[in-house]
């Protein structure tokens, strides 16, 4: 069973920075990062591909989130900056060995989720 432990999370005031992190337990995973509000669905924010290759982010955070991976430690990154107070949120990292992108069912693997909140 691969596991998926998420950190970094935490309060910021709108407008700072904060930067995720998300270790698997093994290699060569797609991985993506998507977050979910209480009573919302869990929608997707950014993607890469296990290679490190190529990427995807929803508009909402384009320009504002960069998510990078280090293959020699198995984790993935998701550095947040100009962070909004609408980013607060559950984030969670997921992993496929054969799907990177917007969809959330095709993610075989998650993490438990690490907390963002962004004040006013």
């Known amino acids: 069973q691969v596991q998926l432990i998420e950190s970094g999370g935490g309060l910021v005031q709108a407008g700072g920075s904060l930067r995720l992190s998300c270790a698997a337990s093994?290699?060569?995973?797609?991985m993506g990062w998507f977050r979910q509000n209480p009573g919302k669905e869990r929608e997707f924010v950014t993607a890469?591909?296990?290679?490190?290759?190529?990427?995807h982010y929803a508009d909402s955070v384009k320009g504002r989130f960069t998510i990078s991976r280090d293959n020699a430690k198995n984790t993935v990154y998701l550095q947040m900056n100009s962070l909004k107070p609408e980013d607060t949120a559950v984030y969670y990292c997921?992993?496929?060995?054969?799907?990177?992108?917007?969809?959330?069912?095709?993610?075989?693997?998650w993490g438990q989720g690490t907390r963002v909140t962004v004040s006013s």
């Open positions: 890469i591909l296990w290679s490190g290759t190529n990427t």
């Open positions: 093994e290699r060569a995973f797609n």
């Open positions: 997921a992993a496929s060995r054969t799907y990177m992108g917007i969809d959330r069912f095709r993610y075989n693997y």
